[in-house]
């Protein structure tokens, strides 16, 4: 964190401080009134005091200080459970949540009084839930006419952590890793071994060839006796060692090899765990996001015994993790919508996992409306990827593919769970820098199924190695689906682009060179053949003409280091055995690429100036307020902040602006009336409404989405990329 950030930081807890006392000093005004008043006067303070947790909590969250949301978090189940008379307001009660305010002001920064520890933190939080729970169930127990149950009754006791097994260790992963790396690191070796009795093959037969035209041609000089016979003892000499040298080298190579790929299969199998790691947390995922989405669904896991590279698993935990999401907020329908269709009320989403080809492949299905083409076509071309006529010669499972573009969705609006289009594009991404594959079948009203097939393992591939322009590449082999030497007589121009026509459909074609903006040698002119290599990536396919395509082989691949952690069409480098490095090629990049450099030969799009973004940030809340006003205002953006809807809604008749920030719960009027507020009127009914609330519930949500809002942000989920990664779409 640099100098002004910490100034800008320190100013917004000294806010932070002033507010905290205002909510702390009404709270505890409001919990000493209900104790001295009736059951008709108790209602109306606990909304009131109710109200202030709750603005305490979501400008906690807005300054980061997650100790003061989770004791109010807690509190809060306090006071709703009062409002729904589920428990009363007794002096225990009471006398808790008066401890809880006093201890919360020990957690606002910059008080004199010395701050609580985790345990303490920790110890306060777990006795208001227990208080909670406790005081609901003697109320249930009253009204069914039971005993109260006993101290200690019904609590959930943690199961002892299981014995380590016989003969196993714990080991840090980071020294696990650290010992598989140079394992790997010794696959080079094996690679020079070869590269060096290759070598020495090579020298064998260049001697039995000039060995062969000697005798051929017999002595070109007169017999000179003993010269002559001390030649042929040293010929016959230095023949003999080279042959054994290269006999020992052919050796030295099987016997590096053999050992080299046993360890590194037995450092490979300490470091493979069975899928089920990765699954233990979505029952638990898909049983809460159900529930807030107010649907039914069974969750199915097969193959989960099958065991993959950690490194693999910890890769494909997002993309799995945003499918799943997808499966539920986008495919599986409502009860009552399921019922219509003739569906049980029950959705399915089901992950199986299975072997295929040293590879590992995982299924996610689900039962629910599928996903409809021409609404994605639709989003494509309204986000402006595509053209409306390229959309239209567009198949339907091309159409599917265009879904794992960053920034394209058919969701009406952005919430935490979905509708920023980023989903999608985060698995193709991570899934592609594995180097695996996607495919993707919809049915409408039918389903869904999205398959990621990963390698076994990240320790090497095998590679296509080409050259380009003098240089040498490494193309993965998964990616290759095709190596053809063509006519060029064959190349033909279609709407201004070269193509190939490989099993009946045509192909773009790009020079490899050019592409990676390589100078050109000297053209073969005479040669009527190029070399090209068809890849593919998720839906796309592209021809490369290269100079010469050499062989496959296997490869480690490495990484080029911190300074070069992302540099455009590479995705690492290798090293062959004749210890030359050569870059391996990012295909998905390479494809990006390619598109841009089949643009310059069409005609480029002349950039038109931005003008200033205009915002106005509604939030009755100081410290959020100064938090939202610096995040946008850090990017650019003119900001002007109103402290209620009323507020918010005068300044939008005064003034130009190209989207509203707004909180949802401001007194006055809510973020919700103020969206339909907007909604309703003819010269504000197009502009964008984003609302930032700690508000989570499904039927806010839902209300969010009737009132008209674009994007719905819950605070507890809120981070600053995401919220201007949020405006950036919907503006």
Known sequence: MDKRDEEFLKRLLSTFKIEAQEHLSVITSG?????????????EIIETVYRESHSLKGAA???????????????????????????????????????????????????????PSESEIRELIHEIESLGSLQKTRAEDRGRGAAAPESGQGEIQASPAPAARAGTIRISTVKLDALLLRTEEMVSVKFAAGQR?????????????????????????????HDKDDNDSFMKTFEGALTKVTKAAEHDYRSFGVMIDTMLDDMKRTSMLPFSFLLESLPGLVRNLSRDAGKEVALTVRGEELEIDRRVLEEIKDPLTHLVRNCIDHGIEAPFERRKKK???????????????????????????????????????????????????????????????SGITTSPIITDVSGRGLGLAIVREKVEKLNGTIEIDSQQNIGTTIKMLVPLTLASFRGVLVRAAEHLFVLPSTNVQRVARVKKEEIRTIENRETLSFDGQPVAVVRLGSV????????????????????????????????????????????????????????????????????????????????????????????????????????????ARTLLKNILE???????????????????????????VSDVDMPRMNGFDLTAKIRADKRLAELPVVLVTALESREDRERGIDVGASAYIVKSSFDQSNLLEVIRRVI
């Open 61 to 115: 969250r807005s300054v980061g200080l997650n100790h003061i949301v989770a004791v109010f978090q807690a509190m809060e189940d306090i006071f709703s459970a009062m409002k729904r008379k589920e428990i009363v307001p007794s002096s225990g009660v009471l006398d808790l949540l008066h401890k809880a305010v006093g201890f919360t002001g020990k957690l606002v920064p910059g008080e004199e009084s010395s701050a």
């Open 516 to 623: 990676l903006e390589l100078q050109r040698g000297p053209s073969q002119t005479g040669d009527p053949f190029v070399q090209a290599v068809v890849l593919g990536s998720a839906e796309k396919r592209m021809a490369f003409i290269t100079d010469e395509v050499l062989h496959e082989q296997e490869v480690l691949v490495k990484p080029l280091g911190s300074q070069l952690a992302r540099v455009r069409n590479i995705a690492g480098a290798t090293i062959l055995g004749s210890g030359k490095v050569v870059p391996v090629l990012n295909v998905p990049d390479l494809m990006k690429s390619a598109v841009k450099v089949a643009q310059v030969f069409t005609g480029a799009v002349a950039e038109v100036p931005e003008k200033r973004i205009s915002v106005l940030v509604a939030e009755d809340s100081i410290t």
């Open 343 to 405: 569906k049980t009320p029950r959705g399915d989403v089901s992950i199986i996992i299975s072997s295929r080809d040293n590879k590992i492949e995982i299924a996610i299905s689900d039962d629910g409306t599928g996903i409809d083409a021409s609404e994605v076509k639709s989003a494509a071309v309204k986000s402006g990827f595509i053209s409306r006529e390229e959309a239209d010669r567009l198949s339907d499972r091309e159409a599917l593919f265009l879904a794992f573009r």
């Open 634 to 660: 850090s990017v650019g953006y003119y900001v002007r902040t109103a402290v209620d809807g009323i507020d918010a809604f005068t300044a939008l008749h005064s003034g130009d602006f190209d989207l509203v």
């Open 31 to 43: 919990l000493i009134e209900i104790e001295k008043s009736d059951a008709g006067k108790q209602a």
């Open 197 to 225: 009795a290759a070598d020495l093959r090579e020298l064998k037969k260049m001697f039995d060839l000039w060995k062969k035209t000697s005798v051929k041609n017999g002595p070109q000089e007169p017999d000179r006796g």
